[in-house]
């Protein structure tokens, strides 16, 4: 396995350790502390990521604002100005 797949392998399994705590906090009532640390260890391969797959931080930044615009729009977690 290249560093490039080892990187996907771990970000794929990141992504899920997010999930399995949200769906633990809507099942249970679970405090947000284990969902803190599994974000955290997100967010590092999501860095991660981007350094290996030469993914640049503007295309990034690009497709967030997107999603906000997107969510200002379609849901109620982001207040419109």
């Known amino acids: 396995m290249n560093i490039q797949e080892e ?3 771990i970000l794929m399994e990141e ?3 997010v999930i399995q705590e ?4 809507l099942r249970f009532g679970n405090d947000a502390s284990k969902l803190t640390k599994e974000l955290g260890d997100l967010l590092c391969m ?3 990521t981007t ?3 030469d993914i640049s931080e503007e295309d990034i930044e690009e497709s967030y604002k997107e999603k906000q615009e997107k969510l ?3 849901s109620n977690i ?3 100005d």
Do not use: A, R
Not at 22 to 25: G, L, N, V
């Open 15 to 17: 992504c899920g350790e």
């Open 46 to 48: 999501i860095e991660l």
């Open 78 to 80: 982001i207040v419109s």
């Open 72 to 74: 200002k729009k379609f």
């Open 7 to 9: 990187t996907l392998v």
């Open 51 to 53: 350094n290996h797959l």
């Open 22 to 25: 949200c769906s633990k906090i």
